[in-house]
Every structure is written in C-alpha cells, then in structure tokens.
C-alpha cells in the first residue's frame, strides 16, 4: 500500500470515527435529559415501562 492510498483511507475513515467518538460521548447527556424529562412527564408507577419504551431508539441513535 502507498503512503498516499494510506492517506486516503486515514482522511477517509476520520470523520466517521471522529463523529462516532462524539456521538459516544453525546449519548450519556441525551440519555439522561430523556429520562429526566419522562421523569417529570410521567408518574413514577409508570416510568420504568415508559424508560422500556424509550430505550430502543436512544441504543439505535
């Protein structure tokens, strides 16, 4: 492999593993906003099944 091929992989493959590291990082504060605010929308009887709902599509993103 050429140094300039493998440059263009690097330059490729950057962004997507830079958005990926700060999708990871975003995940946790989105999580967390998402469960405070069921928290406060919903009765406390009803949050666990509510947090059930939501879990899927936070995981897929």
Not at 24 to 50: D, G, N, Q, V
């Amino acid at each position: 492999m050429s140094p300039g091929a493998l440059q263009g992989v690097f330059v490729v493959a950057l962004p997507g593993l830079f958005w990926r590291v700060r999708h990871l990082l975003a995940m946790p504060r989105f999580l967390f906003s998402r469960i405070s605010l069921l928290r406060h929308l919903t009765p406390t009887h009803f949050f666990p099944r509510a947090h059930l709902k939501w879990a899927p599509g936070v995981t897929v993103g």
